[in-house]
């Protein structure tokens, strides 16, 4: 208080901070850089650790032994898949009963606001199948899903094989404490939107969907698996969800731990664990495993079926197998005794894990290493229209300045141009401050494209230039170098033609998430960041 | 004047009027910083309901309001929007009337002040100039009609906006001199929420001030007005709760209400300071801690009328903003009431060095009240710890706006004489859209 309120050495400290502000400006900006990238430095990480509350994965065992029995179920289902020409919903069912489950269907549908062209379509409509194997000695209170999407054409047939030699397998276990949904979504997010909003009782997109009739008790936990091949190398682990929120930490240690037990490979966004982390090669890996889990997650969209649990409080991750033709092939039972004891094996030890979520942390960016990934093509389509008026009112705020220069008061004059430049300022920073809050990845690209640019900018600044500064580091273009880097590294790059396109893809989709599922990347982008780079806009041209 | 307050209010009123129709209305209306226990909407229309099956309202412990409340929705229920947006506009067309007649007679004041030197040098530059104090009571209104926080809480239809509009009549009243209605309109704010018990003082010394009668305990004079004001004001409350006793048929009302606010049975985050004591706290302790928490609402009312006595004026703004902090379940409703205010002694401002820091920290802590709880509740990133650093960081900042105006006072003493005039005026301008 005496520093408040003594008035000498309150004017000491103001003259201090006002002489050395851009010193003090950019000293901060570069450490924040800096300190931001030494998260991918070994030393300064947290080794992956179990907390003290969590059942050390080396107290289960795993017995698992009916891969080749999943195998053939994958590729009954794949007959069944073609026949029906979409999901086989009586197979499943009828499948589902034969293992003693109660088996439940739900039916939804939804109208796009516009045409998707990704995944071609505009009237969704599906049915999710889902069986219930309740536990043998526990009241019902608990439950735990288990779920594999139904895609089109050759993908995941081997994970709804896994998930119904799974069932089978568990029916015979007699320690179950809670129930276990095993669910098969169609249309992958959507459905799973449905599934999850009709277990809730929530409607928050505004989809239409059937009450469910079977219910298990609170969820607390879910796997989501996509396997699409019968040889699988290793397995990727996918933790980003919808608004960039990720599950409990101690999940990821948990599946880590399994794998490493069993001599398996797990990567994170597709790359391997390096031991070389004082090279400059390993820090490079490590700076780019990190910088593709903040692009993921600074988008906002779930990158698994699992993405959509996580705003119901349950803790939740995907694995995917991928098969890179690495000399060391993992068989289907070594993968069902991995993927699924990991099931008995994860499964029993997610109770102890929700536990440990009290002290486990679910804010964190992984730098773990390198492989390959399937690039996934985005043709642009109808929803230009959509995505080029978009851009088109963007583009128009740019001529803003000139109409408003009149009505402004103050203007012409030095105060009025501070003023407005102190008051975007401080909404810029609480903006930031809690966008970071929400999405760190997300607050922290924006804060580096927009920070260094709108602390500096004046009126009595070369007009030309910094208008191209400033457009070239607007909210805009900032998506379109992510969309650059990313494609680097994944080791696809694109060309410019490509990077266009994919770029009013990510527009559309951004719309499309924000519609469906409540993304709230695009709403913020357009309704606060944007005004907010409009004032600064303005007070460029200030005159 | 006219012009500038009536497109105001038409600012003002669409504006509320837009919210009231869009979805941010049911948003809004759940958000803890602004509904509390004592004043959601959703609850009296519970209450409503349970009085309309002959059901007593407070069983089921839901309905913390009073009965006089009950009945006045009872008729209104309706037109509740329009009972929310329109009350005080009748206040306010009188408030223009009485702000020409004042003007007049502060300036007359001041011109002979100056000549007769009776300013010291110093304080010259604290003189308020025509030109300023023509505007203050247009910047009250502005200060509290377009304030988010009354937005919010209207637009949530809290009856917290109700009670601002007591406690505004009140002061209002008190300020014309009238003592009788002073007494009634006290009455009344204590009946709805007991901490305005403590604006019996300063309103009590602005009535001696004006009748000149000195404070001094052994004249007889002092205690004649005294105990006929405090006649006039328990007399009242008696009348008012004999009211709701028999509106209602039983005294239910009393542990509901009164039980209820004095208790804090419910924990419910917000704004204040109590949940989270009282949440962590061991039961062996929790009378102790209720009567610390309490009394500290009551008793700064002692030191602040012995220093500022001869203030009355001030003392009420200082009273009004301590229960809006202290109290067991503030809203950002309470805290819109004394804002409303500081334009009254924004001739105070040009020593307020640090409202630009304060205004900053509210600001910001008013934008993470609804991040904080979402990564608590929603996202399970935070706990309880995150949100309440907020609110502790809140009622600092609120706490350290309403010091500095009293250090500066006490500083410059000289030079106030007129303020009151000023803040009657600005008074009417700020009553009170709820």
Redesign the interface.
Known sequence: MGL??D?NR?KALTNLLTRLNTPICIVCYLAAIVWFMGLAFEPFTLRTYMSENAMGSTMVEERFSSGERALSLAKEFDAHKRKAGGMPVEWLVKAMQARGLEVFTQSFSRKLPFPDENKERYMVGGRNVYGILRAARAPRTEALVITAPCSPGNSNNQAVGLLLALAQYFRNQIYWAKDIIFLVNEHDLIGMQAWLEGYHHTNITGMEYSPLQGRAGSIQAALALELSGDVITSLDLILEGLNG?LPNLDLTNLFYAFCQKLGALCTIQGKLQRNDWDTAEGYTHAAQTMMLMVLKQACGRSWGDHGLF??Y?IEAASIRGINSFRHYKTDATTIGRLVFPSSPGMLTVLTPVVIS?LTGV??YLLPVHLQEMAVEHFPVSETEAVVLTAIAIYTAGLALPHNTQRLLSGEGTEQGWKVLKLTAL?YLA?LL??TA??NFSLGFILAVTLVPITASITPHMPKALCALAMVLLSPAFTILYCVFIYQELIEAPVSVGEGWMLFLSVISQGILDHALYGSLVYPLLALFIYPCWLMFWNILFWN | MAAPLTLLLIVAVTIRAVLFRSSLAELISERVEVVSPLNAWKRVVEGLALLDLGVSPYSGDVFHETPLMIYLFHFTVDYAEIVFMVSPYFVDCLSCLLASLDRAKIFRKQKYALESDRYPADCLELLRSPKEMFYIPLKVAMFYLLNPFTILSCVAKSTCGLNNAIIALFIFCTLKGSALLSGILLALATYQSIYPLTLFAPALLFFLQRLYIPVNLRRSSFWCFTLQYAFIYVGSLVVITGLSFFLLGSWDFIPSVYGFIFSVPDLTPNIGLFWYFFAEMFEHFRLFFICVFQINVFFYTIPLSIKLKEHPVFLIFMQIAIISIFKSYPTVGDVALYMAFLPAWSHLYRFL??IF?VS?VL??CS??FP??W??WI????ANSNFYYAITLLFNFGQTFLIIRPL?RRRKHPGGFDNEVSCFKSSVWKSSLKS
């Open positions: 408040l309120s008035p309150r929120q996580l705003r409080h979520h679910a804010l401080l609480v401050g809690c809050l929400i | 060095r640090n820091l900053c600001l910001a934008a993470l991040v904080l979402h990564l929603y996202a399970g990133s250090t």
